[in-house]
């Protein structure tokens, strides 16, 4: 077993101690301690038990492993998941806005709608960077 599969699972070990410790002292700590003290265990616990197993799986598997690896390298499965992060990216976009007119609509608090406003132009300016970035590089 590999010292990355390893760390994985005492990752996955501290986060069930973690949460039981959150359950055992529930008296002792505030709401939001409670709260967020099982949310990052079962957040620990999740994440180091998928890559345990994924880890676990590579190990028995490198060649499928090795496939995965040229195919996330080849020219067209690049360009197909940058075509498709483009058209979540710009869906996501238009999402802000339409979050940002509900909010207004439901006569929600303005710091709701001003962080949707804020969130759409701060991914305006990303695009504007990136696309004077790449329109230097290429």
Do not use: C
């Not at 760390?7 to 967020?36: E, N, T």
């Not at 676990?56 to 040229?70: D, G, Q, S, T, V």
């Amino acid at each position: 077993m590999k010292a990355s599969t390893k760390i994985y699972l005492i990752l996955a070990v501290i986060g069930v101690l973690l949460a039981a410790a959150a359950l055992l002292f529930r008296d002792a700590l505030a709401d939001s301690q409670m709260g967020a003290a099982l949310g990052v265990g079962a957040g620990l616990f999740g994440f180091g038990l998928a890559k345990f197993f994924t880890e676990r799986y590579e190990e028995k598997n490198p060649e499928l492993f090795k496939l995965k690896a040229i195919e996330e390298k080849d020219e067209r499965n690049q360009m197909i998941r940058s075509r498709s992060q483009a058209i979540s990216g710009e869906i996501i976009h238009w999402l802000l806005m339409a979050g940002a007119w509900i909010a207004v609509a439901l006569d929600a608090p303005l710091w709701i709608t001003l962080t949707f406003v804020g969130v759409f132009l701060l991914k305006t300016a990303l695009d504007i960077v990136f696309m004077a970035y790449y329109q230097k590089r290429m």
